[in-house]
């Protein structure tokens, strides 16, 4: 099952630098995006989400943009901070098909100081 | 800030040993599922729960699993025989509604071991 796929298991970024983290899916009937941080030993932490009706979100240091008709969702950090080095999952959700979310395989950011 | 808890931290148990996870949903929330992640793998769902009933599930939860929320508080996931294979990362998370916008909030996890 690829419904979401992250294609990156892995990024390296400077201290200071933008992190871009990518997220592709193939289920046109995706209409709620989130993105969630996972350090080890603990659990999903939210972090943002999007509505497929914005193609943009921003909070803070990080923002969430959605490209529709790519089927495409990347999520920006900036400035990135040592803090920030977690594994980062984008998850997807169906109007109307309950509440299950289904997740990517995830991409381990890496924050050098 | 309200969080979801969950016991044990790690569980090892025998292959067709009955085990029980439990967690703690925040508290004014209405919806609770289990999601799993296998070494390696995805996080994938298992189930949500609402009302005191399932409200969706996945392939995966299967006549082996079932949902019991006994009280107020607590939300348990059984796994009546289990199988080397559900050697995972348990997963408990809750959310205020169910409407699409929702957030879900998950809690640390149970490390299941089957041997």
């Known amino acids: 099952d690829q419904q979401v796929k992250q294609n990156s298991p892995s990024l390296s970024v400077q201290e200071g630098r933008i992190s871009i983290l990518n997220c592709d899916y193939t289920n046109s009937m995706f209409d709620y995006f989130l993105w969630y941080k996972k350090y080890p030993a603990e659990g999903p932490t939210f972090l943002i989400s999007i509505s497929s009706i914005k193609d943009k979100n921003e909070d803070g240091r990080f923002t969430v943009f959605l490209n529709k008709s790519a089927k495409h969702l990347s999520l920006h950090i900036v400035p990135s901070q040592p803090g920030d080095s977690a594994v980062y999952f984008c998850?997807?959700?169906?109007?109307?098909?309950?509440?299950?979310?289904?997740f990517g395989g995830g991409t381990r950011l890496m924050v050098k100081p | 800030e309200p969080e979801v808890t969950q016991t044990p931290s790690h569980q090892v148990t025998q292959m067709g040993q009955e085990v029980i996870l439990r967690c703690v949903p925040i508290s004014n929330h209405l919806y609770f599922y289990w999601y799993r992640q296998i070494l390696g793998q995805k996080v994938e769902f298992l189930v949500s729960f609402y009302n005191n009933e399932i409200s969706e599930k996945s392939e995966i939860f299967d006549d082996q699993f079932s949902v019991e929320r006994p009280d107020g508080s607590n939300f348990t996931l059984k796994i009546r025989s289990t199988k080397l294979e559900d050697s995972a990362m348990y997963f408990c998370?809750?959310?205020?509604?169910?409407?699409?916008?929702?957030?879900?909030?998950f809690g640390p996890g149970t490390r299941l071991l089957v041997l």
């Open positions: 998850a997807a959700r169906v109007r109307n098909a309950g509440n299950m979310l289904t």
């Open positions: 998370a809750s959310s205020a509604l169910g409407a699409v916008q929702e957030t879900q909030y």
